[in-house]
């Protein structure tokens, strides 16, 4: 690998170490090699899963760069070295590795193999501490979205749709709330989605503009936990007031789809099975999905997603499960998904957490499912 552990998560995974810096690593024969600067080099040997950590300047680096060799040029030779040095002729990469790296090994006759589902089974099953920082963001993400409860449920009638604290309630201002209670439990990420009434049917709108009675609110959190880096994902639908008779149905559907597909999770079973028990019911409901479509059509209402992802140390990951699934092994974090959209109208969402077990799932989420908020 030819990285950044910060952002490159299978580096972050192999090493255990955060850098900011592109850095060599290399498996092979139980040998784990870290290459690097002497500004990092102390920190990895203490701190990193490598059984060697070796400077750039062993390989002549500085050499290299002395003689007129731009950096990146360098890094190209120290990486060729370092794999000779280990006797290897083939290396297996992940698909993030630099197309540069690889045609440069290639040039100097060694073979690369790109292999996406190597390096995605390796952070698959979740071993106790991946699930014990799962579970500190999952706490964290329950306790935004209390908050967002707290936040309606001190809101009033008025204005341009919900009052609170004096000021028109609006989807800026519920993320803030979520952001701010995040941070206050040791996550960070990317902005949470507050999408309000028709914006809810558009799934990824981030939401802008007021929060007003009887209309769906769809907040989807999905942190990291800032510590272990590991993430979280939660989605719950809101209505401040009585909700109209669709959303109500809505709601039902969706709830029904999230009981039935996690009753259908389970090692061995493909992901696209588990998906299917979600359409299943809402299908039977009258609501159109993906599956039901006919041929050449599209579908962007109803149920026109997967039903649920991968959870590590990224928040979309593998396996999937919809359309296209995966098999499903002991130890994935998914999530599971299900919505009702309709233009103009807005839609519900519920997402759950679960570990996938030989014998069931373990739902890890521990958050009502209560839609009608009431001040």
Known sequence: MFADSVRDP????????????????????????????EIEADAASRNSRATDVWLNSRFGAR?????????????????????????????????SF????????????????????????????????ALAGIRAAQRATEAAMTRVVEVLGSSSPGGAGLVFEGEDLTAERVRAEVIETLRAHGCEGEPPITSPGPQGAFVHELGTGPVRPGESLIVD????????????DMTRTF??????DELRRMHATVLEAVKRSTEAIRSGVNGRSVWEAACDVIEADG????????????????????L?????LEVHEAPSMGLSGDDLIAGDVVTIEPGVYRKG???????????????????????????????
């Open 345 to 375: 109208f807005g839609g519900v969402r519920l997402e759950d957490l679960a570990v996938v077990q030989d014998g069931g799932a373990e739902v890890l989420t521990e958050f009502a499912y209560d839609m009608e908020i009431h001040a």
């Open 287 to 306: 609501y159109r999905t993906q599956r039901s479509m006919p041929k050449g059509e599209t579908l962007d209402e109803d149920f026109f997603h997967g």
């Open 10 to 37: 299978d580096l972050f995974f192999a090493t255990g170490i955060s850098v900011g810096d592109p850095f060599i690593y290399v498996e092979t024969n139980g040998q784990r090699v870290i290459v690097t600067s």
């Open 239 to 244: 209505c401040f007031g009585d909700a109209p």
């Open 221 to 232: 959190i999905f942190p990291r936990h800032g510590q272990s880096r590991f993430c979280a």
């Open 98 to 129: 630099p197309v540069v790296f690889a045609d440069h090994l290639r040039g100097k006759g060694f073979t690369v193999t790109p292999d996406r589902d190597r390096f995605e089974l390796r952070r698959r099953s979740k071993d106790d501490y």
């Open 63 to 95: 050499e290299l760069v002395a003689g007129g060799m731009s950096w990146d040029d360098a890094q190209l030779e120290v990486l060729d070295r370092v794999v000779a040095e280990l006797g290897l002729d083939e290396v297996v990469v992940p698909p």
């Open 308 to 312: 649920g992802h991968g959870v590590g």
